[in-house]
């Protein structure tokens, strides 16, 4: 019973509401993944009261608090998630509402009790209201196939031939194309906030006699303003890094043509970790 008005509780005082989600907590006793009567209960209860309905778009992401180690905490928050994600099914919710099913393990706190922390033993719901419209990122990033270093090439950035800019004009047909691929990147890391990346920067034609200090500036320099500018426009900079490579990481070689020299001049996102 103690544990159903915590449930309760928690779903009254901490639902999370904005234009677009409402966020659902529920609780597991330490070390357990399995999900209790009560807690299905309640996930009863929401369905009940269509606070998670058939054509919403769902994330279901486990936690654990600090006491275990890492692979044991990422393990269990990941058999949490699964749980909830079979009770949801249960209840009639199909198998492409939920987009996201994954264990984010132990929430890291400074202090962290003998006992552990019972409010970090928990999986969120997270359920976009139906009807919501999402950008369409889907030539960049296919949601349902994506890894963990999987580099995503951004092949409609293009920069001022030796420059490390964008062409500020946006009505030059090259500009217009790099904001806007830009700007997919941006939609697709603020819908899925537990991405972090790292933006890699690359030029192309390498020469005898050429300065790799400058190679490397210049690549460093690309990539540290795709980082900005995703960072300008809403995504938090603590999720992003960035990094120059210069002529070392070639797609083709050698450079024959210049749509070979086009390839190795890029700006790529590798996603360093997902849901």
Known sequence: MKYLLLLLLCLTGTLTATAQA???SVYF????AEVTSSSKQVIRQLIKEHKLVHGQRIYVLGYADQLGDDSTNQVLSQRRAEGVKACLAAQGLQKEDIRVCAGRGAIVRSEQAKEGSAADRKVLIIAYKPGTVF???SSLFRVDTLKVNDIVTLD??????????IWPDRTLPEAAASYDELDKVVEFLKEYSMVTVRIEGHVCCPLPGNDSTEVL???AERAYYVMGYLASHG????RLSAVGYGTSRPFVHPERTPADEALNRRVAVRLL???
């Open 273 to 275: 970790s997902l849901w």
């Open 29 to 32: 006793s330490l070390g357990a």
């Open 156 to 165: 409609h950035v293009h920069f001022e031939m030796g420059k490390t800019l």
């Open 217 to 219: 500036r210049m690549s």
């Open 135 to 137: 950008p369409d990122y």
């Open 235 to 238: 995504v938090d900079r603590k």
């Open 22 to 24: 409402d966020t659902f």
